[in-house]
């Protein structure tokens, strides 16, 4: 059974940092691009970074670059955000993601975990 289970997110003054973390079992983590996205009340959820199976490949939303990396512990079947320079508008649930093709092709998603970014 797929799992992924988020933590680190919480209440962080505008320019502070954060570390997200998404512990996955169930597949051969290794093996499969993770993501992170991110909803904010009344919008869309959206893509906030990818980082590919072999860490080589990373993709971010334009409204994160230079602010937010993605990295990924293949030994402890992790996946992470590094959040630095946080805003207002990164106020959002944060999920994880990993896109699986068994017979057909399925997302799974993690429970999210919190991130408001407020003075």
């Known amino acids: 059974q797929v799992q992924l289970v988020e933590s680190g997110g919480g209440l962080v003054q505008p320019g502070g940092s954060l570390r997200l973390s998404c512990v996955t079992s169930g597949f051969t983590f290794s093996s499969y691009a993770m993501s992170w996205y991110r909803q904010a009340p009344g919008k869309e959820r959206e893509l906030v970074a990818t980082?590919?199976?072999?860490?080589?490949?990373?993709n971010y939303a334009e409204s994160v670059k230079g602010r937010f990396t993605i990295s990924r512990d293949n030994a402890k079947n992790t996946v992470y955000l590094q959040m630095n320079s946080l805003k207002p508008e990164d106020t959002a649930v944060y999920y994880c993601n990993v896109r699986i093709a068994w017979t057909v092709v399925k997302d799974y998603w993690g429970q999210g975990t919190q991130v408001t970014v407020s003075s």
């Open positions: 980082m590919g199976s072999g860490s080589a490949y990373t």
